[in-house]
């Protein structure tokens, strides 16, 4: 540097090249930066846009999810409906064979002591006539006993 007099330095002509130099690569330093930095813009704009693809996609699929899941929780209410209903139909049914069952089962019963009530009153005549057989015959048995030669003789006569 020179100075000229009145204060004022100038600046000699090597050492202003030699500045430019340094100005020069440094800007060139500086572009390539930039450069980077532009790839690294690049690169996170891309990023972005795939993250904003795929957080598209992943609420589309929700969505999808969500209306299967639906409809599942509203097939699941036609099918728990269905079986209450197949459940109170065969309570119905149940108790309609059990009342069924029940008359049957008195009807049975009373059919049953009818006939009992017919065999025994069929039982007590039979016996009636065996005891008045075996009595009959007692008293036959007896005649015939104190009357037996006199029946003997009765009957070597009549041929």
């Known amino acids: ?11 000699t002509l ?3 090249a ?3 130099n340094e100005n020069r690569v440094s800007i060139e330093v ?4 930039i450069q980077q930095t532009n790839m690294v813009h690049k690169r996170l704009d891309t990023a972005i846009e795939k993250l904003t693809n795929i957080s598209s996609s992943i609420k589309s699929m929700l ?3 969500e209306e299967k899941l639906s409809q599942s929780e509203k097939l699941d209410e036609v099918i728990f409906q269905k079986l209450r209903e197949r459940q109170e139909d065969s309570d ?6 059990k009342e069924h069952m029940e008359l049957t089962e008195k009807r049975i019963m009373n059919e049953i ?14 016996e009636k006539w065996k005891y008045l057989i075996i009595g009959g015959s007692i008293v036959v048995g007896f005649i015939l006993a ?8 009765m009957i070597k006569v009549a041929p």
Request: charged share 25%; hydrophobic share 35%; glycine share 6%.
């Open 92 to 97: 119905k049914r149940f108790s309609e064979i």
């Open 30 to 33: 500086l572009k390539t930066e």
């Open 1 to 11: 540097m020179v100075s000229n007099g009145n204060g004022e330095t100038r600046k």
């Open 18 to 20: 030699k500045e430019i």
């Open 63 to 65: 969505a999808v999810h």
């Open 146 to 153: 104190r009357n037996f030669p006199l029946v003997i003789e």
């Open 113 to 126: 002591l009818t006939i009992k009530n017919t065999i025994g009153s069929r039982v007590n005549v039979l």
């Open 14 to 16: 090597s050492s202003l």
